[in-house]
């Protein structure tokens, strides 16, 4: 196919290169930001352009992948070259699109990007959304090129994938640098934890997590717990996100609502 | 070195296993369950025992991998054969050991253990404390044999590394949970998460968490966070822990004392 990426941050980066490795054509790479565009459209054979009057119609799908926030304003200026128009997020609703051009759908990757760390691309989920069946067949069809993971999911479905995404990724990310911090504080180095961080993630890869659950609170170990409040006596914020976690599992631990 | 096993829960079951394939003799196991010491003992080929009147007094060391409140009781039993006592706990300080024995240490392997789950011994970092030098040396030969990651960890430091371990492992492996509940309410499967879980967790071998951090809380993207708190609306407890997390991110991002 012939593509055209809106966008040059981590997303646009990592989808432009996935498909420019399966032997689609990247006929431009736009970003208000003519350096980045450059760099990018330079690592995809791609011709650079920082001003969307520069759009070549000559292209199949506009992917849009920029802030949530200037998708709609970005997409209203695509929507008169007539082709097909998805974006990447999974905040915004397709509704959004539809209200602009029929020749909508979403693409989105639900993988946390580094311009700095390579991705297996063919691992990544991606999650499908057309507005009509034609559509969701042809991203489908182009998904599959890059990726042995493609999902149908609808727009609510999208968002909880979101949000889910936040508990799996960034929180989890957030409270390996607490552990980072607790270790300076005693002169130990993170590379301490690295195996355990590891190890914590890939026995999720074969298990459900509460089924490898670990550690004082699915114990109900009360002493160690006290222990270790007393440790974080310092810093009320952390003392209160250990009870809040720890209540949590011991709850579920007890036959709780949430994994029986 | 002759290597007797006090007990047969996950950690003496992957520390057995290590020993034995390093080329150390697995003397005995000890369980109070007579059919889990078998079976340990059969794996490493020692001898099972249920008793501690039983104990071959020719060996090198006894590793106590029990729960942290059995600890001392046995040590106690074990003391009077003048030989080698090393405990395996996270939250034991060596100074219980001591109260019964010069001959003492500590031997705490920093990771997360499932009798289901084969772990790469090798990555796996030993945290060494010895009552004297020597036995320091000791130890930390006996750890070179089993692991490239040997650490000279003191009481101190080996209890914050626990409570660290909480914040690494067991509170990521619930939010998994958390995320994988939230799918199940929109009918999606955990395996959509996964690859995200593992990348997350591969991300921070080579970085350092607050700088691959990722997500609408370090964007301080409001609408996203106020939109996920209302898709949490109905679960106060998971809005809570959105919340407290989130405004700790924002802290930290914001030049907070934490990452700087």
């Not at 006929?27 to 054979?45: C, F, I, K, T, W």
């Not at 920082?50 to 209203?76: G, H, M, Q, S």
């Not at 929507?79 to 097909?84: F, M, V, W």
């Amino acid at each position: 196919m012939r593509i055209t990426i809106i966008g040059s941050g981590n997303v646009a980066t990592h989808l432009a290169a996935a498909f420019k490795n399966a032997g689609h054509r990247i006929v431009q790479v736009y970003s208000r930001d003519a350096h980045n565009a450059a760099l990018l459209a330079y690592h995809v054979g791609a011709e650079a352009i920082d001003d969307l009057t520069l759009v070549n119609p000559e292209t199949d799908v506009f992917i849009i992948a920029v802030r949530d926030d200037v998708i709609i304003k970005l997409a209203e200026k695509l929507a008169p070259y007539k082709k097909l128009i998805a974006h990447t997020s999974g905040a915004t609703h397709i509704e959004a699109l539809l209200a602009i051009t029929d020749n909508a759908g979403v693409f989105y990757p639900l993988q946390t990007f580094s311009k700095t760390k390579e991705v297996d691309f063919w691992s990544v989920p991606l999650c499908i959304e057309g507005a009509d069946e034609q559509i969701t067949r042809n991203l489908e069809q182009l998904a599959r090129t890059v990726s042995n993971n493609v999902y149908r999911v609808n727009s609510l479905q999208r968002k909880t994938l979101h949000l889910a995404a936040v508990f799996a990724c960034n929180f989890p990310n957030y409270l390996y640098g607490v552990a980072q911090q607790l270790l300076g504080e005693q002169n130990m180095g993170f590379e301490m934890l690295r195996p355990l961080i590891l190890e914590t993630a890939q026995k999720v890869q074969a298990h459900f997590p509460a089924d490898v659950q670990t550690g004082p609170a699915v114990r109900n170990d009360e002493n160690t717990m006290a222990a270790h409040l007393q440790m974080l006596g310092n810093d009320p914020e952390l003392a209160k996100i250990y009870s809040l976690l720890s209540q949590e599992i011991i709850k579920n631990n007890n036959g709780g609502h949430r994994h029986g």
